[in-house]
């Protein structure tokens, strides 16, 4: 059995078999004999009750479930479930987690939980007329909105503001766009957001003699961003032939080529959603409306750039932050209906979206740090070919301990292709 360590420090983890890491796992996250038995994939979702979530439902698609060790966020120490296909992923984020952890682990914030809905307004003649009339019953329609949904009024959220847009430019000529901004309290809120957004319409329509078109959420979540910012003392960082120094440096320079370049942008903030997406997804959360939210902030300015910011503080420590919009819930969509959702927000012990949202950017940060430092030193193949190498025995056809054997032969050819794979399983086969 692992060493015993208190947190999310389990010395030896990878190591331990399937069976060993769900009994640690038991101890440390108070979780029921049903949560360890849905992380395993033993139980977990049937098809019963996927028959229920979507349409034409015909089975089940199963992701590799895998816990980021060595997180502290906030100064608490967090079990991080990650659901991922990618080898080298939920190893990377452990590593950096580690890194991080002499320095305090991460430090991370979030807005108000604030969404919004968009109301798209037609056939209007006098732009900004309408804009006035619509601001001058502001006080009228959030109230009217405020009853909608009264568990979440209750729970201190409902609609906080109303904001009018005027659309100058655009292929059917100028239109005015209604935000209703929304406080959706712990949900990731669409399904909240589009009924108060249809709920108003009609109310915009008569106010405006206008046209309501389109009524939905926004995915651009700009109101709702999470921040996690991480120093990573220049002692931990010096590796192999590379020194602190350059290791620091490197990433930097790695760092500025996002910052100035969409063309890399586009891989680094990738890298970051590495570490994002599967936690969203562990949770049964929405990760295209994440990604959508995510890349369309990237863009703000108007040219597609980095979500993070890397650079050195007075003492020349690594210093790394992320921000972006995090629309993640613990209560609503597949968050409480799904099994391995249900017992992988418990194993995090979170009690709400601000929470998850918080430990979710500091996973992407950690993600973003790992690919940044093999990137700026040995190059990312290197640590990805042992893993990828396994993949590719496995989709080549080996099976138990050759899957092992096989890979380990791939690295040592630097081969790490089905192709090759697959003759060396017949040899071995002939061998027989
Ligand atoms: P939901 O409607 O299932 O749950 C939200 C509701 O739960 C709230 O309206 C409230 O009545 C209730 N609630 C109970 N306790 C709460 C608490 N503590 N905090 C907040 N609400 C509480 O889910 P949702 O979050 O409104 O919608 C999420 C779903 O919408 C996701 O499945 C997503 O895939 C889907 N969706 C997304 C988009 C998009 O992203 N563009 C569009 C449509 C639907």
Not at 232 to 253: C, K, M, P, T, W
Not at 388 to 403: D, F, P, S, T
Request: glycine content about 10%; charged content about 20%.
């Amino acid at each position: 059995m692992a060493e015993k360590t208190s947190g999310s420090r389990i010395p030896g983890f990878y190591n331990l078999t399937l069976n060993q890491r769900l009994s640690e796992l038991a101890q440390r996250g108070e979780l029921s004999t049903e949560d360890v038995a849905a992380l395993s994939g033993r139980s977990g979702l049937t098809a019963e009750q996927a028959d229920h979530m979507i349409e034409n439902v015909v089975g089940l698609h199963a992701l590799p479930l895998g816990i980021a060790l060595n997180f502290i966020v906030n100064g608490r120490e967090v079990l991080v479930p990650m659901a991922i296909e990618e080898p080298s992923v939920v190893a990377g984020a452990s590593f950096m987690a580690k890194l991080a952890r002499a320095g305090g682990g991460f430090t991370a914030q979030s807005d108000p939980p604030e969404m919004i809905g968009q109301v798209q307004l037609l056939c209007i003649s006098n732009l900004p007329a309408a804009q006035q009339a619509i601001l001058d019953h502001k006080a009228q329609l959030l109230a009217d909105v405020s009853e909608l949904d009264p568990v979440l009024k209750r729970l201190g959220g409902g609609p906080r503001d109303l904001e009018v847009r005027v659309i100058e430019e655009s292929p059917i000529g100028p239109f005015l766009v209604v935000h209703l901004i929304y406080d959706v309290r712990d949900a990731m809120g669409a399904n909240a957001v589009n009924t108060a957004v249809e709920h108003l319409a009609p109310r915009l329509e008569s106010i405006t003699s206008g046209k309501a078109h389109l009524r939905i959420l926004s995915n651009l979540a700009d109101r709702r961003l999470a921040r996690a910012q991480c120093t990573i003392s220049l002692g931990q960082l010096a590796f192999g032939e590379y020194s602190a120094e350059d290791v620091r440096d490197g990433i930097i320079s790695a760092w500025a080529f996002a910052a100035t370049d969409p063309y890399r942008a586009a891989t680094h903030n990738k890298g970051i959603m590495n570490g994002v997406d599967p936690v969203v997804i562990a949770t049964g959360n929405d990760w295209r409306a994440i990604e959508a939210g995510a890349h369309a902030y990237a863009a703000r300015s108007g040219r597609y750039t980095s979500l993070s910011t890397w650079g050195q503080d007075g003492q020349g420590n690594l210093v790394g932050s992320l921000e972006m919009p995090m629309a993640v819930g613990i209560i609503g969509g597949a968050t409480q209906v799904h099994p391995v959702a249900r017992a992988s927000l418990k194993l995090m012990g979170v009690n709400s979206a601000a929470q998850l949202a918080e430990i979710i950017v500091s996973v992407g940060l950690a993600q973003n740090l790992a690919a940044l430092r093999a990137l700026a030193t040995e190059g990312i193949q290197r640590g990805h070919m042992t893993l990828h190498a396994r993949q590719v025995a496995i989709a080549a056809g080996a099976q138990g301990e050759l899957i092992e054997r096989l890979a380990a032969q791939l690295v040592v050819e630097k081969i790490v292709r089905v192709d090759r794979a697959k003759e060396i399983l017949d040899e071995w086969n002939k061998q027989k």
